[in-house]
């Protein structure tokens, strides 16, 4: 298995404009999960979904974010409009059912906002 | 209070020696814990998991849990020169939030030779 897949790796963008990170969870994997890291907040959790449909969303800072996970193989994360405070590496990870399960992550996208 | 604490460090120790991590968490239903290792540009990875009350080892790793104090570490023997990484806690929810995974901040350990 390829493990988890995120594009792109690297994003620049200019403040004000839309920005989509996507995800291919591994397959069979029931839970997918997107966080946040930085230095000054650690690994954030922003959202996660069980089978496609979203548990958890309280994790996202503002009406500006938004995920989706249309089906079992692929998820977004959209920024609308993106702002400098943004930037961060944004981790998708996935893990199957079972408490004892760990979650794989993928490589992250290092985004950047000027 | 934070989900998940742990001291942020950074943590140095000298090669050979002990380190010793640790995290504490607030949900009381929590259902496994799990250890993670970040290096510096790279994606998180797991080093161990514990969910039993006790001690659980695994090479030159040991995981420790105490339910009753909501309070998990890692031991580290024999530390390494590669061992120097960002250490994270992770917390696995039970009950209505089961499946939810929270990290802590992390601690830095650096080892010096």
């Known amino acids: 298995d390829a493990g988890v897949i995120q594009s792109p790796r690297h994003e620049v963008t200019e403040m004000g404009q839309e920005v989509t990170l996507r995800c291919k969870p591994i397959?069979?994997?029931?839970?997918l999960f997107w966080y946040r890291q930085t230095m000054m907040r650690g690994l954030e959790l922003l959202i996660y979904?069980?089978?496609?449909?979203?548990?958890?969303d309280s994790g996202m800072p503002e009406d500006r974010f938004s995920a989706k996970m249309p089906n079992a193989s692929f998820s977004t994360l959209k920024i609308q409009p993106s702002e400098p405070r943004d930037s961060a590496v944004y981790f998708c990870?996935?893990?199957?059912?079972?408490?004892?399960?760990?979650?794989?992550f993928g490589q992250g996208t290092r985004l950047t906002v000027v | 209070q934070k989900e998940v604490e742990q001291n942020s460090g950074p943590l140095s120790v000298p090669e050979g020696a002990i380190a010793s991590l640790n995290c504490t968490y607030s949900?009381?239903?929590?259902?496994?814990f799990f250890w993670y290792r970040q290096y510096s540009g790279k994606s998180p990875e797991l080093i161990m998991f514990?969910?039993?009350?006790g001690d659980k080892e695994d090479g030159r790793f040991t995981a420790q849990l105490n339910k009753a104090s909501q309070y998990v570490s890692l031991l580290i023997r024999d530390s390494q020169p590669s061992d120097s990484a960002t250490y994270l806690c992770?917390?696995?929810?039970?009950?209505?939030?089961?499946?939810?995974?929270?990290f802590g901040q992390g601690t830095i350990l650096t080892v010096h030779p």
């Open positions: 979904f069980n089978n496609n449909v979203p548990i958890d």
């Open positions: 514990i969910y039993s009350n």
């Open positions: 949900d009381r239903g929590s259902q496994s």
């Open positions: 992770a917390v696995k929810a039970g009950g209505t939030s089961y499946g939810k995974l929270t």
């Open positions: 990870a996935s893990s199957a059912r079972g408490g004892l399960t760990e979650a794989f």
């Open positions: 397959s069979g994997h029931d839970y």
